[in-house]
């Protein structure tokens, strides 16, 4: 039987495209480690990257999951997480905690079009708009991830 060993496999190009359709062309990641960070009611970077496509054909598949206790029993909490590159809002969602605590796992996914080859900066945020809502209470990790898919 033969086997084949490589150290680094590339997709093929043709006239500055990428023929790699529906491949996982590069992975960054990002994460706020940082416990108990508190938010107002003003947008609050939480992870920021930089991702450079190979071709401006490629979608970035964004994904994450914000990690947050509303630190309340009495009160509702309400908010809202995006994710931005540059000035475009790609994705936005609300969560609502009416007059329970929650500690949660706030997972989310986005697929981009940035019809560029230059770099991209993504932005994860959140917006407190009423109660109190605590980032990364207590052993949380808030994380970012971005997927290059060939197109």
Not at 17 to 29: D, L
Not at 91 to 96: A, I
Request: charge should be neutral; charged fraction near 10%.
């Amino acid at each position: 039987m033969s086997k084949l060993y490589v150290d680094n496999i590339q997709p093929k190009t043709t006239g500055g495209v990428i023929n790699a359709k529906g491949m996982i062309i590069q992975v960054k990641s990002g994460s706020l480690t940082t416990q108990s960070v508190a938010i107002s009611n003003s947008w609050y970077d939480l992870v920021t990257l930089n991702i450079t496509p190979v071709s401006a054909n490629s979608k970035i598949l964004i994904m994450g999951s914000v990690q947050f206790d509303t630190s309340s029993s009495s009160t509702s909490a309400h908010g809202n997480i995006r994710v931005m590159r540059g000035g475009t809002d790609i994705g936005y969602s609300s969560y609502l905690s009416e007059s329970a605590r929650l500690r949660w796992s706030f997972p989310y996914q986005f697929l981009d079009s940035p019809n560029s080859a230059s770099q991209q900066t993504y932005i994860l945020q959140i917006i407190e708009d009423g109660g109190t809502t605590v980032v990364n209470q207590t052993y949380g990790i808030t994380t970012l991830t971005l997927m290059e898919i060939g197109g």
